[in-house]
């Protein structure tokens, strides 16, 4: 039984333990992290509205629909062995055990991240972490993936390579943590492990019909939605960031601080660059910038200062915007470019980290003691980051791509659409239902399908219509002329 009692005056609360053992919180600190907790997932259906606006209208609700499916799935995953697999305080190096399955003992003991909270407190926090990962890495699948098996795929992937890195990144028994590695709110266990993996995803997928064709040279269908999700993202990350000081203190104003500069100048770089081709000021350009500034100051958001953020955005919002190119020097289809903002941007991030954290910013809260990066001298600092990064982007793909093949071999686990349902659209043929009032198609099922390019009602992706009828509507119109 839990035994709480709250102090005189302060109205701090005191946990005490079945030994007798008291332990002191501060109800500031608990209700940052309550708040931190509710910030970081309004990020996820915001990564769904963001995703879901840069496709085309046929394809629109899967990718909401996925954010939210996958929070629900990997949630369950975290209650019944993520969050001991991960946070387990008799963890190996690499994995924790499962002393805490299904939440048994998590209560009011200090929590592993921080004797300031509680570990239920902490345990609901980092779900969060835990949920956007996959729903990152899941992104991959647009426009060709089948979503049953896309679920299954969120609770295995977390359970062998989201919950392993964590581990080894935040747990104090981690091999990476012990080495020394600074990563303060995920740029390894989050962005570099989830576009490593939609990197393995677009590889096993495939390229959409028309890769490489000016068939796929569309526009995103609402710019609005793009906007929508990045203000989510970017407002949420002040949880993420700022959140991961776990309590309300100087070493989270600062996050937040260098979280909100990053961002903004991350967004001007990756517009400036754009600006280059067409000679427009691209919203979803900004956009991106913004959220590969987010993506980059995210490893180092709890030790660096002002200035340091300045750099973070120019660099995250330059390497990113460039690594976009990749997938046609390449030849994968990563249709979100999300290898480009998330393993990019977390490499970048956690180089960075290497050069300009500063042991005097981590030292906001009072607590923490590093020895900081280069520009405290710390040269070694770059190599434990080096090797932080490398690890996690092998061990994600390698992971990853075993994975898919393993259920590609499984009867109904195979995770590529067929290219009827690629045609008529993942909303149609996997969910049956629409983001609009549209329909995409004006054939039945069963007809050879022709695409013709072509904006219907003001749209900005090709019309659905085959070249029949194309060419019937073309000659009534010139003989009504």
């Known amino acids: 039984m839990v035994n709480v009692t709250y102090t005189e005056g302060s109205g701090d609360f005191v946990a005490t333990a079945p030994d007798g053992t008291e332990t002191l919180y501060n109800l ?12 970081v997932f309004i990020m996820i259906p915001g990564l769904g509205f963001f995703y879901s ?4 209208r046929k394809n629109a609700l899967s990718m909401i629909g996925m954010s939210m499916a996958v929070l629900a799935v990997v949630s369950f995953e975290w209650f019944f062995w993520g969050y001991s697999l991960a946070f387990s305080d008799g963890a190996s190096p690499f994995i924790g055990d499962l002393k805490y399955f299904a939440l048994k ?4 003991a200090p929590s592993i991240g921080s004797s300031r909270i509680p570990a239920l407190l902490f345990c609901i926090y980092q779900c969060m972490f835990a949920a956007i990962t996959p729903v990152i890495a899941c992104g991959a699948i647009a426009e060709r993936g089948r979503f049953g098996p896309m679920l299954v795929f969120a609770f295995l992937w977390s359970t062998i390579v989201y919950n392993p890195i964590a581990c080894w990144t935040w747990n104090a028994a981690g091999w990476s943590f012990v080495m020394g590695g600074l990563d303060f709110a995920g740029g390894t266990p989050v962005h570099i492990s989830s576009g490593t993996a939609a990197l393995a995803i677009s590889i096993y997928l495939g390229k959409r019909k028309g890769f490489g064709t000016e068939r ?29 000081a776990l309590s309300a203190n100087l070493r989270a104003v600062m996050a937040c601080v260098v979280t909100n500069l990053a961002a903004s100048v991350g967004g001007l770089t990756w517009m400036l660059w754009d600006y280059r081709y067409e000679k427009k000021w691209s919203v979803v350009g900004f956009c991106s910038g913004a959220i590969s500034g987010l993506v980059a100051i995210t490893p180092a958001s709890g030790f660096v200062g002002a200035p340091a953020a300045v750099a973070f955005g120019v660099v995250g919002g330059t390497a990113c915007n460039w690594a976009t190119q990749l997938k046609f020097i390449l030849k994968f289809d990563d249709t979100l470019d999300i290898f480009a903002a998330h393993t990019v941007g977390g490499v970048v991030g956690n180089i960075l980290t290497a050069l300009f954290a500063q042991s005097s910013v981590a030292g906001f809260d009072g607590i923490a003691a590093i020895p900081g990066g280069w520009i405290d001298h710390n040269y070694i600092q770059l190599g434990y980051q080096l090797a932080d990064s490398t690890a996690g982007f092998s061990y994600s793909f390698v992971v990853t791509t075993i994975l898919l093949w393993i259920m590609h071999f499984i009867p109904g686990l195979r995770l590529r659409a067929d290219e009827r349902d690629e045609i008529i659209g993942m909303d149609e043929s996997m969910l049956g239902e629409y983001a609009y009032d549209y329909v995409g198609l004006d054939q039945e099922i069963g007809h050879a399908l022709e695409i013709e390019l072509g904006g219907p ?25």
């Not at 500031?28 to 910030?39: E, F, K, P, R």
């Not at 606006?53 to 085309?56: E, I, K, N, Q, S």
């Not at 407002?235 to 991961?244: A, D, I, K, Q, Y």
């Open 28 to 39: 500031g600190d608990m209700a940052w992290v309550i708040a931190a907790t509710a910030l």
């Open 53 to 56: 606006g840069l496709l085309r």
């Open 105 to 108: 003992g998590v209560a009011e």
């Open 216 to 244: 796929l040279a569309y526009k995103p269908h609402n710019t609005t939605y793009v906007v929508l999700g990045t203000v989510l993202l970017w407002f949420g990350w002040f949880g993420f960031n700022g959140g991961s």
């Open 457 to 481: 009602g003001g749209g900005r992706e090709p019309d659905h219509k085959d070249k029949a009828h194309h060419a019937t509507t073309s000659s009534s119109q010139e003989g009504e002329k």
